[in-house]
């Protein structure tokens, strides 16, 4: 059954309204209403990406946060062990950007 993206988006902006009502009037840290608010907003945003995806091939660019937080953390990214050597090029009057050959310097300066 096709939904239409209008009426997903419009049960989705509901949603949203509902989780901040129920985020306003929190009553602990588990408060069941704010939880099954933010369960129907993840369940809304869904059904708001599929309709979109089947009227018109298109998604949002959001995704629903389904983990605890330490998942988050991807152990397969390479940038995070890159290392910067801080040696003495500042000191020098350096651009660390450009190696020696790809700049002219001034010397009356």
Same mark, same amino acid.
């Given at each position: 059954?096709? +939904? ?30 704010? +939880? ?17 995806? *089947? ?17 988050? +953390? ?10 910067? *050597?801080?040696?003495? *090029? ?16 001034? *010397?009356?300066?």
């Amino acid at each position: 059954m096709t +939904v239409d993206p209008r009426a997903a988006l419009s049960t989705l902006v509901t949603a949203l309204e509902r989780h901040l009502e129920a985020a306003a009037g929190r009553r602990g840290e588990n408060d069941p209403t704010v +939880v099954a608010a933010y369960r129907d907003v993840a369940d809304a945003f869904d059904s708001y990406d599929d309709a979109l995806m *089947d009227a018109y091939g298109e998604v949002t660019p959001l995704e629903v946060y389904a983990g605890d937080e330490d998942e988050l +953390v991807d152990e397969d990214d390479e940038d995070d062990d890159i290392e910067f *050597d801080d040696d003495d *090029d500042e000191a020098e009057g350096t651009y660390a950007g450009l190696d020696a050959e790809e700049y002219d310097t001034d *010397d009356s300066e």
